[in-house]
């Protein structure tokens, strides 16, 4: 196995700019993964996919306002903070754009004092805050969207889900992008049920994998959960018959790890950090289909779904969206695998 075999051509006009309006407008590419046959439709025609008693699994997790912009004290020079992971109370590690030693200072506009405390891996530092930097997400904070969306001056409201709640996330779970409260009651009136999980979305989701083989890739660790609620609905979903239908490869890789902790069925409620990888061979013991986009090449994500659908069938896939127009990465279009 090498990482160039996920590798694919893709010219920058494909990567969507924008998000079509309404949500549910976007198109479905919707492909049975033993055959290959492929269907085109549109994300508003999900229901008709989809059969009572299904269950949707989706992530509720919210991206949180987590670029802020800060001088150097002293003298002035600009700097960009990207807040990943939280260490302590006011203690987070960062992506720092911008030259910085061990003990530079900093004053974040709009925000508290900060220091930087541990110089770690690339750009990424340990950073200690004066106040706790939550307490400034509104008025200093803006929502990280992803490096291939340019200038995009819409809505940040739109780069989330309509059902997310908990805010921890460094990026959009994308897949969910795609719903309307309209359309989920739709799902809702044919008997499709739906549970939910957390799983906080790292930046390092997005990054390609650099390595020749990528089982040799450090697959980066996320805090995720599946609490007693989604356990019963899944246990009563699998019990029934019904489909167990992933929305994104957030809540693939929590329904997964969920599903190795417990060791098959009965699932059992699960909360920690996973590091699960998971490449072609991987034995899915849970996820009977999955709502997903188009994926950056060389990355974990369109490794995740090559495991699922067949790596070759992915690929060929791909091409006849690009021959369709279909809009790939955040803002773009979808794909039903079942």
Excluded at 102 to 124: N, Y
Excluded at 140 to 154: E, K, R
Excluded at 243 to 257: H, N, P, Q, W
């Amino acid at each position: 196995m090498k990482t160039e075999d996920f590798d694919y051509n893709l010219p920058a006009g494909f990567i969507a700019q924008q998000p079509v309006e309404p949500r549910d407008h976007s198109k479905l590419l919707v492909m049975q993964r033993f055959t290959g046959q492929m269907e085109h439709r549109h994300f508003f025609d999900l229901p008709d996919c989809l059969k009572p008693g299904d269950l949707l699994v989706v992530n509720q997790t919210r991206v949180i306002p987590a670029r802020f912009f800060a001088t150097k004290l002293p003298g002035g020079g600009k700097l960009e903070l990207l807040l990943l992971n939280k260490r302590e109370e006011r203690l987070w590690e960062c992506l720092i754009g911008g030259k910085v030693r061990d003990g530079t200072r900093m004053q974040v506009i709009g925000g508290p004092l900060a220091e930087v405390t541990t110089l770690l891996e690339g750009s990424r530092r340990l950073v200690s805050f004066t106040e706790p930097i939550e307490h400034f997400y509104e008025q200093a904070g803006h929502i990280p969207l992803p490096p291939y969306i340019h200038d995009y001056q819409g809505d940040p409201e739109r780069y989330q889900t309509v059902y997310n709640h908990t805010p921890g996330s460094a990026a959009a779970p994308t897949a969910g992008l795609h719903f309307t409260q309209g359309l989920i009651s739709r799902l809702k009136d044919k008997g499709v049920n739906f549970a939910e999980i957390t799983l906080h979305v790292g930046l390092d989701t997005f990054a390609p994998v650099t390595e020749a083989d990528p089982r040799t890739h450090l697959i980066h660790q996320e805090w995720c959960e599946l609490n007693a609620a989604a356990a019963e609905l899944i246990n009563r979903t699998k019990k029934a018959g019904g489909r167990v239908i992933a929305i994104g490869t957030t809540s693939v890789r929590t329904l997964e790890s969920a599903a190795q902790a417990s060791q098959g069925l009965p699932i059992q409620p699960f909360a920690g950090k996973t590091s699960l990888f998971i490449l072609p061979g991987f034995e899915f013991r849970l996820v009977d289909a999955i709502v997903t986009n188009f994926h950056l090449p060389k990355s974990t994500l369109l490794m995740v779904v090559s495991a699922f659908a067949g790596k070759e069938q992915i690929l060929h896939a791909y091409e006849e969206a690009k021959a369709r127009n279909y809009r790939f990465f955040s803002f773009g279009d979808a794909m039903f695998l079942h």
